[in-house]
């Protein structure tokens, strides 16, 4: 088994910048892919972001706002957030699968508790 827990959420103002965080425990998550969730209140669960070993996609809202990355030897997953907009207001959920398409299509072994963003106008 292993656990995910994310850090980095907060309040901040519509163009700021914010970096999400998620760490791994447990079972060696190396070989999966891995990427984040989110969910905004009275909406369903959203792709944003996910790495594999040979690519990484984004939801094109998004695209050329935020990068995610990996560090193995940390077992983390980070997903860097520019140009914030009020519209990426969200709980972000930190997700892990060993099939990147099964996990891009919303299925995932793994998953975090969430932490959320807000971004104020």
């Known amino acids: 088994q292993a656990q995910l827990v994310e850090s980095g959420g907060g309040l901040v103002q519509a163009g700021d910048s914010l970096r999400l965080s998620c760490r791994s425990s447990?079972?060696?998550?190396?070989?999966?892919?891995m990427g984040w969730f989110r969910q905004a209140p009275g909406k369903e669960r959203e792709f944003v972001a996910s790495i594999g070993w040979r690519a990484a996609y984004y939801v094109e809202s998004v695209q050329g706002r935020f990068t995610i990355s990996r560090d193995p030897a940390k077992n983390t997953v980070s997903l860097q957030m520019n140009t914030l907009k009020p519209e990426d207001t969200a709980v972000y959920y930190c997700?892990?699968?060993?099939?990147?398409?099964?996990?891009?299509?919303?299925?995932?072994?793994?998953w975090g508790q969430g932490t959320q963003v807000t971004v104020s106008s």
């Open positions: 447990g079972r060696s998550l190396n070989r999966y892919a």
């Open positions: 997700v892990a699968d060993l099939g990147h398409e099964r996990l891009r299509g919303g299925m995932y072994d793994y």
